[in-house]
């Protein structure tokens, strides 16, 4: 496979990534009530500003991922082209920890939720509560 259809394809599937994610996170969020979201932050006040700093990495390696499709689309010199090409896919990788990181932070923090929604009598996304 050539390197200019490559770096297409991973700049194609990195694009395609990203917003899918995003827009999964939104529409995640956007069916919880607020009072759910508040009680969250009480349980966990430290998450927040860590999963905050990661999107805000993630979006910076997505920009990054950009410009570099750009340069390596322009490139004409072989020996600059797979250089560009290193960088590039270097930078998939980052990215590509950085959202499996993150997936992981959300895997354990909704086990810690569910834990102490059971240990409260029942459970925090939207079940019925235990009536004693």
Do not use: C, Y
């Not at 990203?18 to 009680?39: E, T």
Request: glycine share 8%.
């Amino acid at each position: 496979m050539r390197p200019k259809t490559i770096a297409m394809t991973l700049a194609l599937a990195t694009g395609l990534l990203v917003p899918g994610v995003l827009a999964q996170h939104d529409q995640h969020h956007a069916d919880q009530p607020s009072a759910a979201a508040d009680k969250d932050k009480m349980m966990m006040p430290g998450k927040m500003p860590q999963m905050m700093i990661t999107q805000q990495k993630v979006n910076t390696l997505a920009n990054q991922l950009l410009k570099s499709f750009a340069i390596i689309q322009n490139e004409k010199d072989p020996a600059v082209l797979q250089k560009e090409l290193a960088e590039h896919g270097a930078l998939l990788k980052e990215l590509q920890a950085e959202i499996q990181g993150q997936s992981q932070a959300m895997e354990k923090m909704h086990g810690e939720m569910m834990m102490m929604g059971h240990m409260m009598g029942g459970s925090m996304m939207g079940g019925e509560q235990k009536k004693p």
